[in-house]
């Protein structure tokens, strides 16, 4: 299917699109978990904003996320332990009903951050010295 300019303009103005960022997807490795922490972000700047924060808790049910990064509620389970695994979140399921709660370690995202772009700049001079030997 072409992609006409009409299309595109769609695309690119209604927010169907993401930009994520290359160094927390090259330590992830998964793109829908690379997503889901980045909307976990949004989510807790928009209510940090909106002073709706408990505890630092974000609140987002399975379905909605899913629907967010488009996979299914299913799948959310599997990238939430991901990011868990990762010590990017860490995850309670509180209230009555049971609702799940995220909190993100700003810190460690942080810290695998600029490690990668400190890892990814060491390789490019690397790389740069070699090419200059040549």
């Given amino acids: 299917m072409k992609c006409t300019k009409t299309k595109w303009n769609q695309l690119t103005t209604s927010g169907a699109y993401r930009v994520i960022n290359l160094s927390l997807y090259n330590h992830i490795r998964d793109l829908h978990a690379t997503l889901m922490i980045e909307e976990l972000i949004d989510m807790y700047y928009y209510q940090h904003g ?77 790389q740069n010295k070699s090419e200059a030997v040549q």
């Fill in 50 to 126: 909106n002073k709706k924060l408990i505890d630092d808790y974000i609140y987002y049910t399975d379905k909605s996320m899913g629907d967010k990064i488009l996979v299914s509620a299913n799948k959310v389970g599997d990238l939430r332990n991901i990011l868990l695994n990762h010590n990017y979140v860490s995850y309670i399921r509180k209230g009555n009903p049971c609702k799940g709660h995220y909190k993100i370690n700003f810190d460690q995202i942080e810290r695998d951050i600029k490690t990668n772009l400190s890892l990814s700049k060491t390789k490019n001079e690397d």
